[in-house]
């Protein structure tokens, strides 16, 4: 584990987050947005990425982004709790008296599609009011875990976008992937069906992109891997296409890893 590195990200976050709320707390709601897309874009200083399989893809549709769910706060947390009472965080039952950075575990994915004229818009469970509000116009879609409506929430955020230059994200596992193994390995979680459900109900292409962090240098390792069209999975079961998923991020995965545990 990088001592330096984290430290370095905890201030950065840190720094990030008092400017989040100071924003929220002034209806500046266009202030938060355009902070989130500078942070991407400054986070590569203190976190590079390595992308391999990088293609230019399709301006002419949305799509559906998928990966597999690297557990933040293994890498950076702010746990001060006069921090966390600065910032108006008021814990719930299912929150703790923390902040693990979301920006963290999706910045290579929202850089990767920014950089090709796209806006992603990560599907991700509530957790504490102010949060939630940051997140939001960020332009995540935030569902309640406990929602019955899931689907419905997911279709409507859909629905009312323009039908190009937007991606939507899912983490199907739903929890951090079962990691470290070791310092590069990792072991996925069984996929949801969330994701499929929205491509069929949209007819969206699926891109699967398979995400590695090497702790040693603090730097992600990404692969990412072929679309997948609407035609080539319509007529497949949803456990059959499952699977094929499954095996594509965590064969990108263990490709990746290879290349950095050789460095």
Sequence with gaps: MNSDKREQLRVFF??????????LDDKDYDGIFDLYYQTIEDLE??????????????????????????????????DDPNKIKEFGIVPTTLYFHAISPFILRHYPIAKYMYDQDFLIHTVSYATVRRLDAVRRYWGNIVIDKR?????KRIATFIQALPSTHHAIVFFPEGADSHYFLDDTNYGLVPFKSG?????????????????????????????????????????????????????????????????????
């Design 147 to 151: 929602s019955t409506n899931k689907m």
């Design 14 to 23: 840190t720094k990030f987050y008092e400017k989040s709320f100071k924003l």
């Design 195 to 263: 994701f499929l459900r929205t491509a069929r109900m949209f007819k969206l292409p699926i891109l699967p992109i398979s995400l590695t962090f090497d702790r040693r240098e603090y730097a992600y390792h990404v692969k990412v891997n072929e679309i997948v069209n609407y035609k080539d999975y319509r007529n497949l079961s949803d456990d059959t296409f499952i699977h094929k998923m499954e095996h594509a991020i965590a064969s990108g995965m263990r490709e990746v890893q290879r290349a950095f545990k050789s460095d």
């Design 45 to 78: 200083a203190l976190v590079p990425v390595k992308y391999t399989g990088v293609r230019k893809i399709s301006q002419n549709t949305n799509y559906i982004v998928i990966a597999n769910h690297i557990a933040t706060p293994s890498l950076v947390l702010i």
